[in-house]
């Protein structure tokens, strides 16, 4: 059958039922959930998966859930939506706990049921020379450490991002490559944008440990823990000047246990902090520097920090073939323009589809549909058909690109790919730059 055809089967499949699409999506902004505890967001996606005739397998990821075509040729390519929600407080519609989808990821999972509609219920898989595998995953956003903590602990996961755990666990052996599409106002007529190059974190757990003391009575007697995190976010400020401009260098920190009465000086302070780069190795610059300055505070003091670093995500770099696909299906299929696109996006936030990318050709496009800044108050969805169903139709359509004439694109596309890390050496890495780091200022 000419490629041609497929494609329009496959379109006629998502628009005969884009309602059950936007259905989904909008079913699943009304139950946000932090990562790795999104059960009614998986109950939901199996029984969207299951309505269209398919049994999906569960638990991936601690939570999440994948429907796969069979095996077929050598080539499988994953498509990722992804579960977990924020929480942003000053949302019209976050939940009493501050939850809530402003970061898109509701119709990142309603593109992922739409492809899955148009290359399942066409027909077309049968014509194509691959397998493709449908995934719901859980946590993107790095956040909610202490439950995840948790979890570690109780070897329930060994990763705080849900791609990252997912991996480890094999899911992705088999995967040859990735597509996945997110949401963003991107406005000037654009339609999209085609490739993003983003940063990779290291988070910081910390904990200052000095003594506790009346605060009034005897204060020399203790050992401020409070002052100890205080002089520590100087050192980090006086540290930026440090940072190379290319390498994009952000370092983000909260104190999150302060202290538990005024009149007693402080004895346990506890921080969180992520210190991002562009690169790997500025990654681990970076967060060298910011240890010393943690450490310089605790000296200054007279007292102890302990230090738990895990690697958080690695840097993004998009695949320029695959994204040109998608690309190319928007300008015959949608009638964009050859310049209604945001080529390329170079950007300090982070997700983990950058350590995916350090592996394999990965595709994560920045689509239209919604309006308001990520992760904002005023991040809204604006056009369901923008937002759920030309993403749906654009993947499916790149699909059937990579697969047709016995997945010749794919195979190409993966020939130019040269991965910086294996499966192997990644965990190795994880490994080797994921410890705890004591201290002790008193004994100098």
């Known amino acids: 059958m000419e490629k041609e055809e497929?494609?329009?089967?496959?379109?006629?499949?998502?628009?005969?039922?884009?309602?059950?699409?936007?259905?989904?999506?909008?079913?699943?902004?009304?139950?946000?959930?932090?990562?790795?505890?999104?059960?009614?967001?998986?109950?939901?996606?199996?029984?969207?998966?299951?309505?269209?005739?398919?049994?999906?397998?569960?638990?991936?990821?601690?939570?999440?859930?994948?429907?796969?075509?069979?095996?077929?040729?050598?080539?499988?390519?994953?498509?990722?939506g992804e579960l977990d929600c924020i929480q942003c407080k000053e949302h019209p519609d976050s939940t009493p706990e501050g939850n809530v989808h402003a970061c898109g990821h509701h119709a990142q999972l309603a593109d992922l049921y739409g492809c899955a509609i148009g290359l399942l219920r066409s027909g077309v898989m049968k014509e194509l020379g691959g397998a493709v595998d449908?995934?719901?995953?859980?946590?993107e956003e790095c956040v909610d450490y202490d439950y995840r903590d948790s979890l570690i602990r109780e070897n329930?996961?060994?990763?705080?991002?849900?791609?990252?755990?997912?991996?480890?666990r094999g899911g992705f052996d088999d995967v040859d490559m990735a597509l996945q599409c997110h949401m963003m106002e991107i406005g000037n007529g654009r339609h999209c944008t085609i490739?993003?190059?983003?940063?990779?974190?290291?988070t910081k757990t910390v904990t200052f440990i000095g003594e506790a003391a009346h605060a009034g009575f005897a204060p020399h007697e203790g050992i401020n823990a409070l002052n100890m995190a205080e002089l520590a976010l100087n050192n980090i400020h006086a540290l930026r000047e440090t940072f190379q401009e290319k390498e994009k260098v952000r370092v983000s920190a909260i104190i999150t246990e302060g202290g538990d009465l005024v009149n007693v000086v402080p004895a346990v302070v506890?921080?969180?902090?992520?210190?991002?780069?562009?690169?790997?190795?500025?990654?681990?610059?970076?967060?060298?520097?910011?240890?010393?300055?943690?450490?310089?505070?605790?000296?200054?003091?007279?007292?102890?920090v302990e230090i738990d670093d895990k690697?958080?995500?690695?840097?993004?770099?998009?695949?320029?073939?695959?994204?040109?696909?998608?690309?190319?299906?928007?300008?015959?299929?949608?009638?964009?323009?050859?310049?209604?696109?945001?080529?390329?996006?170079?950007?300090?936030?982070?997700?983990?589809?950058?350590?995916?990318?350090?592996?394999?050709?990965?595709?994560?496009?920045?689509?239209e549909g919604i309006t308001g800044g990520l992760h904002s108050k005023d991040y809204r969805l604006a056009d369901p058909e923008l937002a759920y169903i030309v993403p749906a139709k654009m993947m499916a359509l790149t699909i059937i690109d990579l697969l047709y004439d016995n997945a010749k694109k794919a195979k190409q596309i993966l020939d130019n790919f040269k991965p910086t890390l294996t499966k192997e050496s990644y965990l190795e890495l994880k490994k080797e730059h994921s410890k705890l780091v004591v201290f002790d200022g008193s004994e100098l």
């Open 270 to 304: 506890k921080m969180q902090i992520m210190v991002r780069a562009f690169t790997i190795d500025g990654m681990l610059d970076a967060s060298k520097k910011v240890n010393r300055a943690l450490k310089a505070g605790a000296l200054a003091i007279g007292g102890k």
């Open 156 to 168: 329930k996961i060994s990763f705080y991002g849900g791609k990252q755990e997912y991996l480890k």
């Open 134 to 139: 449908f995934i719901a995953i859980p946590a």
């Open 6 to 80: 497929l494609k329009q089967r496959c379109l006629d499949a998502i628009d005969e039922n884009r309602d059950l699409i936007i259905q989904l999506g909008d079913d699943v902004y009304k139950t946000p959930e932090l990562g790795y505890k999104e059960f009614k967001t998986t109950e939901r996606m199996i029984k969207a998966f299951q309505e269209i005739g398919e049994e999906p397998e569960t638990e991936i990821a601690y939570t999440g859930c994948k429907v796969s075509t069979p095996k077929k040729g050598n080539t499988r390519i994953a498509v990722i």
């Open 195 to 202: 490739d993003t190059d983003c940063n990779g974190f290291v």
């Open 311 to 367: 690697i958080g995500y690695l840097p993004m770099n998009t695949n320029r073939e695959l994204s040109t696909l998608y690309k190319e299906n928007m300008i015959e299929y949608t009638g964009a323009e050859k310049d209604s696109f945001v080529e390329l996006y170079e950007t300090a936030g982070s997700t983990d589809l950058g350590d995916l990318s350090q592996i394999m050709p990965c595709m994560h496009i920045w689509t």
